[in-house]
């Protein structure tokens, strides 16, 4: 009987190290993935890191009051809600000073707020006019937010181009064990970020938090909004 048991208990303590170390399957991950947790599988896994920048200017919204309700509806409605992220008055009033970037998808506005640290450090400020020029694609794409696309047009003094010029490391989720089948919910400096389900995310350490956060994959394979340096 007590070999059996002891066999058990190791048997047990086998199949447990294995879900660990394994890849998420699609199914099993319900969890928020802690910044411990995240830390602890790239240093157990030491993935490559890749290197990426920003290819055009966004477009950008002044951050200037310390609440949400200081910024724009349009802008406030849709803030995070691609990657399901959650944003709080603290937050915005930490990054007052920095943008909250507006970004497009091909189905509709992908907004999020750059961190005031990253954004003094990385970014540089250019015009509107070299938004329309550099970036098409993003002011096409403001047809499916109209109020913005009027802010734009109107060239509102709370909007700002700007441009990402230093090059970002970034390591895969799938080298560190995530699945891309899965769907993967992270903790992060502002709240909580999903990676969807079929699909790569990217994560970027951000030395002014001291934490990770997420950059989702684009229809191009690369993080969403970059290309590789060169």
Do not use: C
Request: aromatic share 8%; charged share 20%.
């Amino acid at each position: 009987m007590t070999y059996s048991f002891s066999f058990g208990k190791t048997l047990a303590a086998g199949l447990l190290a294995f879900a660990v170390s394994a890849p998420l399957a699609a199914s099993a991950q319900d969890d928020v993935q802690s910044q411990a947790e995240l830390t602890a599988r790239v240093e157990k896994h030491a993935p490559a890191k890749e290197l990426y920048i920003k290819d055009r200017p966004i477009l950008g919204w002044k951050i200037t009051g310390d609440t949400l309700a200081d910024l724009p509806e349009a802008i406030r409605g849709p803030l995070g809600s691609v990657d399901s992220t959650s944003y709080d008055d603290a937050y915005i009033a930490k990054n007052v000073g920095s943008v909250v970037a507006l970004q497009m998808s091909k189905t509709g506005p992908d907004f999020y707020v750059i961190g005031k640290e990253t954004f003094t450090s990385k970014y540089e400020m250019v015009g509107l006019e070299e938004v329309a020029a550099k970036n098409t694609r993003l002011v096409k794409r403001l047809d499916m937010a109209p109020e913005v696309l009027a802010l734009f047009n109107a060239k509102d003094a709370g909007l700002t181009g700007a441009l990402k010029t230093v090059p970002v490391e970034m390591v895969r989720m799938s080298a560190i064990g995530y699945a891309p089948a899965a769907e993967v919910i992270i903790q992060s400096p502002w709240g909580t970020q999903t990676k969807p389900a079929d699909q790569d995310g990217f994560l970027v350490f951000d030395s002014g938090e001291n934490q990770y956060y997420m950059v989702n994959q684009g229809a191009d394979g690369n993080p969403s909004s970059y290309v590789p340096a060169k």
